[in-house]
């Protein structure tokens, strides 16, 4: 039996994310279990030269690439991710620098992506830190219109016995094993998202193409996380959720859930202006106005389609009517959610028959 061998690409060093964050998670990466080959990758994008300096001598033996600029996200995974499947890696692994892997973590994330052939991606159970009794995600969900969430988040973990790979909407960038068959034929990170989202567009993509995103139970990974909604970050979610929607969906889903969405923005409008937000959203609408980003827009939706081998109808089905974070929750999303939850059966009803 040939072993199959892991690249694990460790998300980029920006600033000083490698002096607060990389002892640990590498230190956890070392005490792997694993008996196949393994490398690890990092990009470094644009970090300080006191802060480049860290990550060489406190990782000698990983690949680093330096990137003039901070490219992001999902551009500084995917020079990592290109640079492993040259080196033909079979599994990728991205584990975000602020993690700390369990000792039998890439056993059980190969074990789960070796168990069936359909399998493209198999996130890690992902449990927060310090509380690790309580999960950051167990899978994340997408929204129906475009939002994405971790499921579970802040529940404490109790084993459940009746699915060891569950299907989930999509997952994580923060701790996620990819084939590298799958990449190669569905491509990676889109570096138009530059951060957020581009795990789900991923792992929507990954779906289209007739493979199953599933979790891992048994693969644990303890994630420092936080969630600060900055009007930095409120750009990027809200801009990279609409992109997914338009890329990925069929023309007749997006028309139907084309009344929901003009109601969503009603009320996202009122939310960024009472949380100071306001600016950030026209900057979102200012982004679609652009006939450079709609040229952009409309080949990746043509590329995403051509990749499709499963209709919309099979697809929703791990989809949600209901969204929830818990550091924005309030009374006002509840409202949404019965009013979104209900429109989301019209959607899927009308959706199926159609076929």
């Not at 001598?57 to 330096?66: G, H, K, S, V, Y």
């Not at 890439?106 to 991606?121: C, E, Q, R, W």
């Not at 990676?188 to 493979?211: H, K, P, S, V």
């Not at 924005?328 to 059966?345: D, M, Q, S, T």
Request: hydrophobic share 40%; charged share 25%; aromatic share 16%.
């Amino acid at each position: 039996m040939t072993v199959k061998k892991v690249a694990i690409v460790i998300s980029p060093n920006y600033q000083d994310y490698a002096t607060r964050y990389l002892i640990d998670c590498l230190a956890s990466l070392r005490k792997q279990d694993w008996a196949g080959e393994k490398k690890i990758f990092i990009t470094d994008n644009h970090s300080s030269g006191e802060s480049f300096r860290f990550l060489k001598e406190t990782a000698p033996e990983a690949e680093i690439l330096r990137n003039e600029n901070n490219d992001g996200f999902a551009k500084g995974n995917n020079d990592a991710m290109k640079l492993a499947m040259q080196q033909h890696f079979d599994y990728i692994i991205l584990f975000n620098m602020d993690t700390i892997v369990d000792s039998n973590c890439i056993s059980h994330l190969v074990k789960t992506a070796d168990s069936d052939g359909k399998i493209g991606a198999v996130q890690a159970r992902l449990m927060l830190w310090p509380e690790k009794e309580r999960i950051n995600s167990i899978g994340n969900i997408t929204h129906f219109l475009g939002f994405g969430y971790c499921k579970g988040y802040k529940e404490k973990w109790t084993d459940d016995p009746s699915s060891d790979s569950p299907d989930i909407g999509y997952p994580s960038g923060a701790a996620v094993l990819f084939k590298r068959e799958t990449l190669g034929k569905i491509g990676l990170f889109d570096e138009e998202f530059w951060m957020y989202n581009e795990d789900q567009d991923l792992g929507w993509r990954i779906w289209l193409a007739g493979w199953r995103c599933v979790l891992a139970i048994n693969a644990v990974v303890y994630h420092k996380y936080q969630f600060p909604l900055g009007k930095r970050k409120y750009y990027w979610m809200d801009r990279n959720r609409i992109l997914s929607i338009i890329k990925n969906y069929q023309l007749s889903t997006l028309l139907f859930i084309s009344f929901a969405f003009v109601m969503m923005e009603f009320g996202l409008l009122l939310f960024s202006l009472l949380r100071g937000l306001f600016r950030e959203k026209l900057k979102v609408y200012k982004y679609f106005t652009s006939i450079k980003n709609w040229h952009y827009i409309m080949q990746a939706r043509r590329e995403t389609q051509a990749l499709r081998r499963v209709a919309d109808k099979d697809i929703l089905k791990i989809f949600s009517g209901r969204i929830w974070y818990e550091e924005i929750g309030g009374w006002e999303l509840k409202v949404f959610n019965l009013l979104f939850e209900n429109y989301w059966r019209i959607v899927k009803f009308f959706v199926h028959s159609l076929g």
